[in-house]
């Protein structure tokens, strides 16, 4: 095979494609990615309408890694709390660290949701509930490393950092095991400004979940989807979920399976034939919930003919609930809002 500056500009065509189409999950977002977390009784960290939810508390943290044999993969490391404060409000905070090769950010969310009971037992979860995060966000690009013969005016060769503010909106309905939620991440648009050249601002994001869980006996099942809208790339996503509990003598264990899928696809050519790939990421999910503490760890693996790398992404949640006692707990079983 002949290699050609054409053959290079094609590859490189390529990898900057793919990277964009599949920004979700190999390369470092501004704010929160969406993962898996979520699953793990973690709706919070996408939806400030959860923040105090039930009647205690939820302490939530969890770690993410890609690819543990490629240097500078991308990680992403999150620790967040939300609690209940009276009767109709809830408070929360979102700590987080995402890193991805020379770029890095680090941000910091408050919350605050209102919950209207829209029951006049409280052990009835029929609930409307409304939430509002306000960030800061610290996002640097490390240039130290950059060497290059001829000089570049556009690499500065230092570590760039600036820092930016956001909001986020949300909102949730639960009614005993039915769930809906909504959220826009990123409303005010802003982000960073960290190149010389010209970057977009429009960062905002939608997400809307539902889901229901099946069953009152010590066998419960639970599906779920969540879609996923980037406004400025238009990128569109579907989480199709299921998770099954089952209730043993310390507590619950559960699993369950998660495929997104992307709606928009990346063409590429290969072996003189062209062709189009979507995301495709399944995920088992497995977690034991034991007196106040909940453990899961989750598994993503990468469908299709092109990939950055064969391994998988690997995620833990370690998480406590307060607020466990018998009469605090709705009348459901509704695991994103009992504790």
Request: hydrophobic share 40%.
């Amino acid at each position: 095979m002949k290699l050609t500056p054409n053959f290079f500009m094609k590859r490189l065509f390529l990898v900057l494609i793919l990277s964009f189409a599949f920004g979700a999950t190999s390369r470092a977002q501004e704010g929160i990615p969406v993962y898996f977390d979520y699953l793990a009784d973690n709706y919070y960290l996408v939806y400030p309408s959860m923040a105090g939810i039930g009647q205690g508390g939820k302490i939530r943290l969890t770690a993410r890694k890609q690819w543990f044999n490629v240097d500078e993969a991308p990680s992403l490391q999150t620790f967040n709390a939300h609690f209940r404060v009276g009767d109709r409000s809830g408070v929360g905070g979102i700590l987080f660290n995402d890193s991805n090769g020379y770029h890095s950010q680090v941000g910091f969310k408050m919350t605050y949701a209102h919950h209207l009971r829209l029951a006049s037992d409280f052990r009835v979860l029929n609930q409307l509930s409304f939430g509002l995060s306000a960030g800061i966000i610290l996002s640097s690009l490390d240039e130290t490393e950059f060497r290059s013969v001829i000089p570049d005016p556009v690499v500065t060769g230092v570590k760039n950092t600036t820092s930016y503010y956001n909001i986020d909106l949300g909102v949730s309905y639960s009614l005993f095991e039915f769930y809906a939620h909504a959220a826009v991440l990123n409303l005010l648009g802003t982000g960073r400004d960290l190149y010389t050249a010209a970057e977009f601002d429009n960062l905002r994001r939608y997400l809307f979940s539902v889901g229901y869980v099946f069953g009152r006996s010590e066998w419960r099942v639970e599906p779920s989807v969540l879609l996923q809208l980037t406004e400025f790339t238009e990128e569109k996503t579907v989480d199709l979920n299921a998770k099954l509990y089952k209730d043993v003598s310390f507590g619950t264990v559960w699993g369950g399976l998660s495929y997104r899928r992307s709606f928009d696809g990346a063409q590429f050519q290969q072996d003189g034939s062209f062709g189009e790939q979507r995301l495709q990421l399944f995920t088992p999910i497995v977690g034991v919930n034991w007196g106040n503490w909940m453990f899961s760890y989750n598994y993503s693996y990468q469908m299709g003919d092109i990939r950055f790398d064969n391994g998988g992404f690997h995620q833990i949640t370690l998480g406590y609930d307060i607020g466990q006692e018998k009469g605090n707990r709705y009348d459901c079983y509704c695991p994103a809002a009992n504790y």
